[in-house]
T-cell receptor, first 110, second 114 residues
Framework: AQRVTQPEKLLSVFKGAPVELKCNYS??????LFWYVQYSRQRLQLLLR??SRESIKGFTADLNKGETSFHLKKPFAQEEDSAMYYC????????????FGKGTRLSVIA | DTGVSQNPRHKITKRGQNVTFRCDPI?????LYWYRQTLGQGPEFLTY????????KSRLLSDRFSAERPKGSFSTLEIQRTEQGDSAMYLC????????????FGPGTRLTVT
């Protein structure tokens, strides 16, 4: 069964501190992994996907197939990073319905 | 193009009533997805379309739910005989369907069943 686990409901860090949002997945195949973000009063939007290996807004995420993880990291948190973050996976083609985790709320304290 | 739009944004209905939501995807996006999100949960997949063809329905989609995309453009999601457990945010997303894995989400329709 496809499953995405985000163990932390809430993560609070101080501005300038490193951030790591955890994501583990279960999938029998080669999934595509994504991080979506929802800022206050905005719609859900794609932050980054593992296939593109990009760094967006200073965030990076590395797919670790051995540990079935796709943790989101940023070396120095900013107040504008405060938002709800969802890890999601898609099937082998990457163009199929997303399976989301429950989300982690990141709060960056000034 | 202002992105994916959904109407209405909020709907309050009494238990047992029927409701219909509309989603207008980004122009020329072939794929259209419906998700449901309840408090404290991530979005959960309901159904999706490739053009006008409904390709998959989740087990979450009971017989009271029906979705259509008659001309491969906008889509409607109807819930018949609403129950309090149907109260949720209903999200629509669209994607180009080829060479892009990004799904673009609408603002959602919040349904409250009293």
């Amino acid at each position: 069964a496809q499953r995405v686990t985000q163990p932390e409901k809430l993560l609070s860090v101080f501005k300038g501190a490193p951030v790591e949002l955890k994501c583990n997945y279960s999938y029998s195949g080669s999934p595509e992994l994504f991080w979506y973000v929802q800022y206050s009063r905005q719609r859900l939007q794609l932050l980054l996907r593992h296939i593109s290996r990009e760094s967006i807004k200073g965030f990076t995420a590395d797919l670790n197939k051995g540990e079935t993880s796709f943790h989101l990291k940023k070396p120095f948190a900013q107040e504008e990073d405060s938002a709800m973050y969802y890890c999601a996976l898609s099937g082998d083609s990457g163009n199929t319905p997303l399976v989301f985790g429950k989300g982690t709320r990141l709060s960056v304290i000034a | 193009d202002t992105g994916v739009s959904q109407n209405p944004r909020h709907k309050i209905t009494k238990r047992g009533q029927n409701v219909t939501f509309r989603c207008d995807p980004i122009s020329e996006h072939n794929r259209l997805y419906w998700y449901r999100q309840t408090l404290g949960q991530g979005p959960e997949f309901l159904t999706y379309f490739q053009n006008e063809a409904q390709l998959e329905k989740s087990r979450l989609l009971s017989d009271r739910f029906s979705a259509e995309r008659p001309k491969g453009s906008f889509s409607t999601l109807e819930i018949q005989r609403t129950e309090q457990g149907d109260s949720a945010m209903y999200l629509c997303a669209s994607s180009p369907g080829t060479h892009s894995y990004e799904q673009y989400f609408g603002p959602g329709t919040r349904l409250t069943v009293t």
